[in-house]
């Protein structure tokens, strides 16, 4: 775990958060989520600091944070851009993909090649589908090239969590 190099550090993270109960949890800086309710809330900032010439996500890029959230649970992701550039935020099956995998999991399609501008926020849900593999990607031409992409997983089970 760690901050990736090259800039500023960003919170690290490499938990499943337990609590008392069970019911409500946080993974990291950038997760919560309820058991009860099966929802997790996602922060994710684009160009969160200076790593990967601020071609990131919470300050990580080339799929070095890992998101999983189990299928069939609720996620609403509260997308920031902190970054000098325009950025946008969808959960994508592929590296070629221009459309978020899951309905609902992505900026409008009027934003998504387009990105919002600096100091913007967004926020979209959706319910995480089938149990794999897929990439959290800026859709922003040439962005996800330059390394704007994390890895987002859908488990068949347990609880969601935020690995960097």
């Known amino acids: 775990c760690g901050a990736p190099s090259g800039g500023s ?15 409500k949890g946080a993974t990291s800086p950038w997760m919560t989520y309820q058991t009860a309710t099966k929802t997790v809330t996602l922060k994710l900032v684009a160009g969160y600091n200076s790593n990967l010439s601020g071609f990131n996500f919470n300050g990580y890029g080339n ?7 189990p299928s ?15 950025h946008s935020a969808a959960i994508v099956t592929t590296a070629t993909s221009s459309a978020p995998a899951f309905p609902g999991a992505g900026l409008p399609s009027s934003e998504l090649a387009s990105g919002i501008a ?3 926020t967004a926020t979209f849900s959706f319910t995480a589908g089938a149990p794999g593999t897929y990439r959290i990607a800026c859709l922003v031409p040439g962005h996800e090239g ?19």
């Open 9 to 23: 550090a960003a919170p690290s993270s490499s938990a499943s958060a337990s609590s008392p109960s069970a019911s």
């Open 63 to 69: 799929g070095q944070m890992v998101v999983s959230v």
């Open 72 to 86: 069939g649970w609720k996620v609403t992701v509260d997308f920031s851009n902190q970054g000098q550039l325009p």
């Open 118 to 120: 600096s100091g913007q």
């Open 146 to 164: 330059l390394g704007m992409w994390d890895t987002f997983k859908v488990t068949s089970g347990g609880t969601p969590s935020v690995k960097t």
